[in-house]
Every structure is written in structure tokens, then in C-alpha cells.
């Protein structure tokens, strides 16, 4: 089942060949994450990346104790670690908000699949472009509207978190408490 998904996923990205789905397929290690599973913590060296095939994350630095959400990650998204990437000391925290099925990586076998076949390199960086382009938009929206633009412009383009995230950590994630979010929904509904 969560074989073909990851066919589906990647094909509302690019078109994806019969030849090359075969090749996905064949490479997908999968594993599924419980609720509350922290995959990453501050300090720690991340050794894997991920994309997700059914569930929800999020990224979160601690300050003075208290998580201050930075992004969600649903179906069809990848996470790469800076970690990952870096090789340094991760600076944020990774956990699951549902349970969660990924599919994984690591350096040494995404080198080896690479080198046998360059198309999944070509796809992994398209993937990563358009990650990075979303990236780029969200952290604009933030910088340039206030909390309430913030959420209208997240209830438009991400109306699925409204319903699965709790409203705590969406507010975390707009930079308002709780009960400000409840103020702005009240009042969006007059």
C-alpha cells in the first residue's frame, strides 16, 4: 500500500516513468513513526532523511524550555535534516504529531543508488527545489504578515493542518498564545 502512495506523491511533483517508479519501489526502505517520536533532537547528529507517506511532523527549537514551531511537514514533503546535510550538531528538534509513515535514507545508500541510477538523483533534486521554493514562501509570509494574515494565508494553503494540528501548536507556529489564535478565529467567523 504505502508503496504505490509514494508513486502517487512524487507524481503531483514531476511526471514519474514506469521505469523509474519501478526503481522507486524497488529502492524505498519504509518505517512507520508513533505518535510523539522525537527523530532528531538539538545536539544530535542526524543520519537519515525522509519522506513522508502518511502522517504529520514538525521542526521545533527549544527556548528557555518552550518549543517554538518553525514548520510542518505532511504527505508528499521530504525532510533533510541541515544535520543530514552538514554533518554538525543539529540545532532543532524533529517529532511526529501523528503516527507516520516514512520512507528513508542514508548517505551511504542514497550514494550507491545515485551512482547506479542518476535519474533518482535528478528527481531528489527537484524535490529539493521545490522544498526549497516552499520554504522560501512560508518564511516570506511570516517576516511580512501579522498573526492574522498569518493564519488566513495558512488556512488557504494548508487548510489540512487547521484540522490535524492542535491549536496550540498552530498558534506556536503563527507566534501568537493559544487563546490570541481562538480571538482571531472568533473573529474571522463574525
Known sequence: MENTEIIDLLSKHIPISENLAQLILEYSQIKML?????IL??????????FIINGCMKKYYLKDGEEKITKFYTEGEIITPSSYTNQEPSKYYVST??????SYGNPESENAIYKNHPELESLTRKLGEKLMVNTTNEFDNWVNHNPEERYL???KERPDLIQRVAQYDLANYIGIRPESLSRIRKRLLK
Request: net charge neutral; glycine share 8%; with cysteine.
Open 34 to 38: 508513533q505518535k510523539g517520536a522525537v
Open 41 to 50: 533532537r538539538e545536539g544530535q547528529m542526524a543520519n537519515e532523511c525522509f
Open 97 to 102: 504529531i501523528e503516527k507516520t509513515i516514512v
Open 153 to 155: 494565508q495558512l488556512v
